[in-house]
């Protein structure tokens, strides 16, 4: 348990995540996770890198537990550096990074899907940033990589989820997949990739970065600040022990 790293084939990286029950990462996970992908787009024998998880869904953001159990504001503020580091580690990755995304991609699992170079989903795969139900806010950034401005606010002000499908009338999902054919699915659209020059897949995902019309690490960044304002007014907290409370309560 925890993140890998494999090498299912020449030229592909795997960074599996796989945190039980619902990969809710703790603090340290996600700095593993920053840390993998790092790793394997470093390789020199990589040429795509294949973000995937394991279980239920592909990630369902932070450990919110972890937050309330920890007092003061440690966890928040290693949470939210965390998120930044595994977000940016996606997005600056020196290959093209593709996420396989099955079940549920909640709150940070939409930053790390935001900031990749293409998505391939499951076919119950579900997207969303129930971000004001939690008690926070953030990647807002990630999720306008998805969909339309009106359509992202919308999202983000009901906390309402957006399916694989409908992601891929908006162009930003490549395929949709039976789930028990995602992860095939993906490896296809990273050995297509990966046939490609290493060499000049590095200089390509530099000069698409380089044209990005807007700076996803600032804009985060800035969304966070936000964050913090929420917690130290006292109603972050509120929702957040009222989340844990309700997943304590049905066990």
Same mark, same amino acid.
């Given at each position: 348990?925890?993140?890998?790293?494999?090498?299912?084939?020449?030229?592909?990286?795997v960074?599996?995540?796989?945190?039980?029950?619902?990969?809710?990462?703790?603090?340290?996970g996600w700095y593993d996770l920053a840390d993998a992908v790092r790793t394997a787009g470093a390789d020199p024998g990589a040429r795509c890198v294949v973000l995937a998880a394991e279980?239920?869904?592909?990630?369902?953001?932070?450990?919110?537990? +972890?937050?309330? &159990?920890?007092? $003061?504001?440690?966890?928040?503020?290693?949470?939210?550096?965390?998120?930044?580091? #595994?977000?940016a580690a996606v997005y600056d990755c020196e290959v093209p990074v593709v996420a396989a995304i099955q079940g549920f991609c909640l709150?940070?699992?939409v930053g790390l899907a935001g900031n990749a170079d293409a998505i391939v989903a499951s076919d119950d795969a579900v997207f969303g940033l129930p971000e004001l139900d939690r008690g926070a806010l953030g990647a807002a950034t990630h999720l306008a990589r998805l969909v339309p401005a009106h359509l992202m606010r919308t999202l983000y002000y009901t906390s309402r989820t957006v399916t694989? +499908?409908?992601? &891929?009338?908006? $162009?930003?999902?490549?395929?949709?997949?039976?789930?028990a054919e995602l992860r095939a #699915?993906?490896?296809e659209l990273a050995r297509e990739i990966a046939a490609k020059d290493g060499a000049l897949l590095?200089?390509?995902?530099?000069?698409?970065?380089?044209?990005d019309p807007v700076d996803?690490?600032?804009?985060?960044?800035?969304?966070?600040?936000?964050?913090?304002?929420?917690?130290?007014?006292?109603?972050?907290?509120?929702?957040?022990?009222?989340?844990?409370?309700?997943?304590?309560?049905?066990?």
């Open positions: 348990m925890g993140v890998s790293v494999s090498r299912p084939e020449e030229g592909v990286r960074v599996t995540v796989d945190v039980p029950p619902v990969n809710a990462l703790p603090v340290q279980g239920r869904g592909f990630n369902a953001g932070v450990d919110l537990k +972890e937050m309330q &159990r920890t007092p $003061g504001h440690t966890a928040l503020l290693g949470a939210n550096r965390g998120c930044y580091a #595994a977000f709150g940070g699992g694989a +499908e409908e992601l &891929r009338a908006h $162009g930003s999902v490549w395929r949709v997949a039976p789930r #699915a993906a490896l590095r200089l390509a995902k530099a000069a698409l970065n380089g044209i996803v690490r600032r804009s985060y960044r800035f969304e966070q600040g936000f964050t913090f304002e929420a917690n130290l007014s006292g109603v972050a907290d509120r929702h957040r022990e009222a989340f844990v409370a309700s997943r304590e309560t049905r066990g």
